[in-house]
Nanobody, 113 residues
């Protein structure tokens, strides 16, 4: 299984950005995004399970939206109203029963003026 994430970059506070992550192989029941700021642990941002409502970290609710396209085996993270504290390396993660979980390589999003 390979995960190809794209879309990291520099964005101004209050701006928007979108990340995507395409997974090879079979379908995955859970697809999600984590992030790790410098000097901090990796934390869940959002995850989405087939047929269920997404789950979000409290500090991103209302600003970040996760979605998935199962035909493309791709998960997206639309980020709006970005804050400097959203600066982090963002990792996509997928899980399938019987296969376990897999991580993308990480992509840096920097929110700064």
């Amino acid at each position: 299984v390979q995960l190809q994430a794209s879309g990291g970059g520099l964005v101004q506070p209050g701006g928007s950005w979108r990340l995507s992550c395409a997974a090879s192989g079979s379908a995955f029941s859970i697809m999600g995004w984590y992030r790790q700021a410098q000097g901090k642990q990796r934390d869940l941002v959002a995850e989405i399970t087939s047929g269920s409502s997404p789950n979000y970290a409290d500090d991103v609710k209302g600003r970040l939206t996760i979605s998935r396209d199962d035909a493309k085996n791709t998960v997206y993270l639309q980020m709006n109203s970005l804050k400097p504290e959203d600066t982090a390396v963002y990792y996509c993660e997928v899980f399938a029963a019987g296969q376990g979980n897999y991580w993308g390589q990480g992509t840096l999003v920097t929110v700064s003026s």
